[in-house]
């Protein structure tokens, strides 16, 4: 199996975690639509590293963290395991959420899995927020913004169309973003964004 990027500082516990994690995947996916079938053989490249790429954006002290749409477990699953730092997994599917609850079970990942709508979840804000191809910037923000901490920042993982859909949030949203290329796909970036609030009417 691939291992993650030796510049991201991984314990070998926690990659022991993810090797467990990933095999539990794959017997999982016989059933349950978790990843596609084609990816399989890609699965650390394109599914595990790419959300370990996150891993030096994470807050240093960060106490909690709240992922978006978890499906499989990407990024948030993947982070808790890797940085130690509890998540909450929020995924509306229940039998993506059965996964990840066995997933936490058999890997001791610090999570917890709400089976429940994003808009209906009562979580308490939280310094980060994590996303993957969930949907677009100015979606997440709008799903984002009321679970993010005045301070906090979100980091999602965004494909060749990053530019665009920010332009297209920047109508209704301000804040401030860095964006970082993709280690794992060509054209593809992270958006790292903090200080994020509604704009006003006269901005």
């Given at each position: ?66 992922d978006l ?129 509604r704009a006003?009417?006269?901005?």
């Amino acid at each position: 199996m691939k291992r993650p990027f030796e510049a991201i500082d991984v314990s070998r516990e926690a990659i022991a975690k993810l090797e467990k994690f990933a095999e539990l995947l794959l017997r999982w996916n016989a059933t349950v639509n978790l990843i596609a079938r084609g990816d399989e053989p890609f699965l650390w490249e394109r599914h595990i590293q790419d959300s370990l790429q996150l891993v030096p954006f994470v807050p240093p002290g960060a106490t909690g963290g709240i992922d978006l749409g978890s499906g499989a477990g990407f990024p948030g699953l993947v982070l808790a395991l890797a940085t130690r730092v509890p998540f909450d997994l929020i995924e509306a599917d229940r039998r993506k959420a059965a996964f990840l609850s066995e997933a936490a079970r058999v890997t001791g990942a610090p999570v917890r899995v709400h089976p429940v709508r994003i808009e209906a979840s009562d979580l308490p804000p939280a310094p980060l927020v994590t996303a993957r191809a969930l949907a677009t910037l100015r979606r997440l923000l709008a799903l984002a913004a009321p679970l993010l901490t005045p301070d906090g920042i979100c980091l999602f993982l965004k494909g060749a169309n990053a530019d665009a859909e920010l332009t297209h949030a920047e109508s209704e949203w301000q804040m401030q973003v860095d964006g970082i290329p993709s280690r794992t796909a060509t054209g593809a970036r992270i958006l790292r964004i903090s200080s994020l609030r509604r704009a006003s009417r006269s901005d």
